[in-house]
């Protein structure tokens, strides 16, 4: 009895949806909701680190604006969000974790218009992170440009973290056929974008660079975090379109998000970077990034 116990215990997840939290299996939605329909929703990655909600008002404040970007209205308030992020955290009894929270348009008609669409659907989920294995964090991704642009900011910006992934989710297919874990994705002028769920930095002569938001970046919470660790570790650092010469050319790369952290990137396009080996800065930016994560949160 003892080990059936466990095993419901291992098996039971509890997701918060509208305002309640039900049993994984319960956690439904309607077939006519546009989130599966069109990919009309907005959502967040987030983690938990240690009981606590790693910059969880930034990414609050990123799903407002991605919601008043698409005209969502959110059916909460963010002190309601964040309340109910920790409740879900709580309830699955995680104290490490990644928390998805996703704001569908809500069930509707078949066709595109909003209209008659809602209540919205907020869905919570809270689970253990399968992270890259350590071994990339000590020996670095080899990534590749792919074919497959980002969406152009005319098109829907690049910003607005929708539920519509099928560009990012094709660029990482065509990546993954020709033996690489990561793709590098160019924006319609061939600039350096981002990777599919990542950003990029590389450092060259000591100055850290990203590319602008407005080169097809989403706007990293890690991105934003790694910005501010570079003024506090005293590394110069510059916002500037980057193409794939200055990345074949660069000392260090690495990518930031919320599943993959820091990651060191050895390998753009079959050139080895710098040595071919993870950098001491990126080292530092690891080691950093990890310290502040065990401080920088919310306690659920
Ligand atoms: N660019 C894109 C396109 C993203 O979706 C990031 C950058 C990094 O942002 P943050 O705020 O996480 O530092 C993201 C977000 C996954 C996964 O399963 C990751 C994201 C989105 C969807 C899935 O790894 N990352």
Not at 66 to 95: H, Y
Request: with cysteine.
């Amino acid at each position: 009895m003892g080990a059936t116990f466990v095993h419901e215990m291992e098996v039971t997840m509890k997701i918060y949806l509208n305002g309640e939290y039900v049993e994984k299996e319960d956690a439904k939605v309607s077939v006519f909701d546009h989130g599966l329909l069109y990919g009309d929703g907005v959502f967040e990655g987030i983690r938990l680190y240690d009981g606590c909600v790693f910059k969880l008002d930034e990414h609050l404040e990123r799903l407002e604006f991605s919601a008043k970007a698409i005209l969502l209205e959110l059916p909460m308030t963010r002190n309601e969000f964040s309340e109910a992020v920790c409740e879900t955290c709580r309830r699955n009894d995680l104290r490490n974790g990644y928390v998805r929270l996703v704001v569908t348009r809500g069930s509707g008609h078949l066709g595109l218009t909003p209209d008659g669409c809602g209540p919205p659907n907020v869905i919570i989920i809270a689970d253990e992170i399968q992270l890259y294995p350590e071994e990339f964090y000590e020996n670095g991704l080899k990534i590749i440009s792919v074919p497959t642009r980002r969406i152009n900011a005319s098109a829907l910006p690049p910003a607005i973290k929708s539920l519509n992934y099928l560009n990012n989710i094709l660029a990482k297919i065509e990546a993954k056929r020709v033996g690489f874990q990561e793709a590098l994705m160019l924006n319609d002028k061939g600039e350096i974008a981002e990777c599919t769920g990542d950003n990029v930095f590389i450092i060259s002569k000591g100055v850290l660079f990203t590319p602008p938001l407005d080169a097809g970046s989403l706007r990293g919470i890690t991105r934003g975090a790694v910005i501010d660790l570079a003024s506090e570790l005293g590394v110069p650092y510059r916002e500037q379109a980057l193409t794939r010469y200055d990345l074949w050319t660069s000392d260090e790369c690495f990518l930031t998000g919320t599943a993959a952290e820091v990651i060191p990137c050895v390998e753009v396009d079959h050139r080895p970077v710098g040595n071919g080996q993870p950098g001491d800065m990126t080292r530092k930016f690891i080691a950093s990034f990890r310290e502040k994560a065990k401080v920088d949160g919310i306690k659920i």
